[in-house]
């Protein structure tokens, strides 16, 4: 679509609105409303003016002034609002140089894809990602100085099995055992009609559904898979998806997160990411060698292995993160590809055989990144073990859970905590500065952020299990 596309559409739609929206550096979306008679033409080349200084990571109060600048390509009706509002995602542009704005996420995903045009190797990055979340029936939480504490609840937790029931809620004594969630049928799966809602939705506004069911976590875990497109379509797919999701669930009186970790003792939600490059429309990940890839797809898995400690800083950027990033379970902590093995960083997926479905699935990250940051910067390293023919060794056909300590003292694992994987950051950056992709500023400013506001956060709070081990000492 063009301006002209847009306005048309909005016309049509008989719209009052438009909501302009874009992600903060952490990964959430904001938006400004604008009358509809406020957008025109000019819009999509001069912007709207707003106050960056008030958001996370942002622009410094002296640097405030930031222009909002539609994308033509993408306009939707927002599906929850009660006025027709059309929906457009805006970049971020410094209105002095008239360059997108450094610390802006999807202005990093422009320069990551035309990166990639300029190295000569692809034209095309496809990203398909598998975003895993919870639905809960409530959930409440509080931090205080004397006191803290949370408590979720759904009806399908194993926990509700001794449940009173009532004549307004009965307990129907169907609830999903710790890890047997995967894929049941009702009455135990109780969220069908929520994820064919959200189907519906996501297809209103464009993107392509192509399966969801349960998960295996007890209490609600789900996947709805979309289909793959480029890194910037995918990484705005992604902030579109999360929205229809809470919002969904929130008209259903239940309330949905992505958060990585909220349930002890089950799964944890992970956002595998599948990637293949593609050069004038054909791919360039299959060929002849080991699960029927290219040389070229070997050397990708290669920059992804040994850039993953710091490409975590990123995929898996909060201190929740790694309470399912723990070795011994089904997230993947071990370095090491496979195909089929889910239990290994990088899987080749085997379910076709034909090149144009050849791709690499990166496993480790989680729903909580910012896409746009993410999927650039997981291009960054592919293309750097392309460029660099790094060697990603042999592939680890086994379990890696039950591999002994003997076997598995050779293979490397990500890092334990934040902190380690923004020091692996601090440490290995400079594959994401290629073509101006990345740039210091946004890497320290990151690293800046998380420590200040997540990591010291935890840090000084007492935690309530410490109660437990450490009250009587």
């Known amino acids: 679509m063009n301006a002209k596309n847009v306005l048309n559409y909005a016309a049509e739609q008989g719209a009052k609105f438009v909501s302009v929206r874009f992600t903060d550096l952490p990964g959430a979306w904001h938006h400004l409303t604008y009358p509809i008679g406020q957008l025109t033409e000019d819009s999509f080349e001069d912007g709207f003016g707003f106050d960056a200084s008030s958001l996370r990571g942002w622009a410094a109060i002296n640097e405030s002034d930031m222009l909002l600048v539609p994308d033509p390509s993408r306009c939707w009706v927002d599906p929850f609002a009660e006025e027709t509002t059309v929906c457009l995602l805006a970049n971020i542009v410094d209105p002095l140089t008239k360059e997108g704005y450094g610390l802006d996420p999807r202005s990093i995903a422009v320069r990551a894809e035309s990166y990639l045009k300029f190295t000569g190797i692809a034209d095309t990055v496809f990203v398909g990602p598998e975003a895993e979340f919870f639905v809960f029936d409530e959930a409440f939480f509080h931090n205080d100085q004397h006191s803290a504490g949370y408590t979720i609840n759904s009806e399908e937790g194993h926990w509700n099995t001794g449940r009173n029931g009532n004549d307004m809620s009965p307990n129907s004594g169907y609830h999903i055992r710790p890890k047997e969630g995967y894929v049941p049928v009702a009455p135990a799966d109780t969220l069908i009609d929520l994820r064919n809602a959200i189907s519906l939705i996501l297809a209103e506004v464009g993107i392509h559904v192509e399966c969801h069911h349960h998960e295996v976590a007890t209490a609600g875990q789900c996947e709805i898979d979309f289909r793959f497109a480029n890194l910037l379509h995918t990484a705005d797919n992604v902030m579109l998806f999360k929205y229809i999701v809470k919002n969904t669930a929130s008209s259903f009186g239940k309330t949905a997160t992505f ?65 399912r ?98 020091k692996a950051l601090e440490n290995d950056h400079e594959f994401l500065l290629k073509g101006d992709v990345f740039t210091t500023d946004i890497i320290e400013r990151w690293i800046k952020y998380k420590r200040e506001n997540e990591i010291n956060l935890l840090r000084l709070r007492p935690h309530p299990m410490e109660f437990l081990m450490y009250y009587d000492v």
């Open 259 to 323: 958060m990585p970790k909220p349930l002890y003792g089950d799964n944890g939600s992970g956002m595998h990411v599948h990637q293949s490059l593609w050069k004038d429309d054909e791919p360039l990940f299959g060929g002849d060698g080991y699960a029927g890839l290219s040389e070229m797809a070997k050397f990708y898995i290669g920059g992804l292995l040994k850039h993953a400690p710091a490409l975590i800083a990123f995929a898996a950027p909060t201190t929740n993160s790694f309470k």
């Open 325 to 422: 990033l723990v070795p011994g379970f089904e997230a993947p902590v071990n370095l090491a590809y496979s195909a089929r093995n889910r239990s290994a960083a990088v899987r080749i997926p085997m379910f076709s055989q034909s090149p144009k479905a050849k791709r690499l699935e990166f496993r480790p990250p989680d729903p909580s990144c910012n896409p746009y940051i993410t999927f650039a910067a997981l291009l960054m390293a592919g293309l750097d073990g392309i460029q660099n023919r790094i060697d990603p060794g042999e592939p680890l056909d086994k379990d890696i859970y039950d591999l002994s300590p003997e076997e598995l003292k050779d293979v490397p694992s990500l890092p334990g905590s934040l902190d380690e994987a923004l």
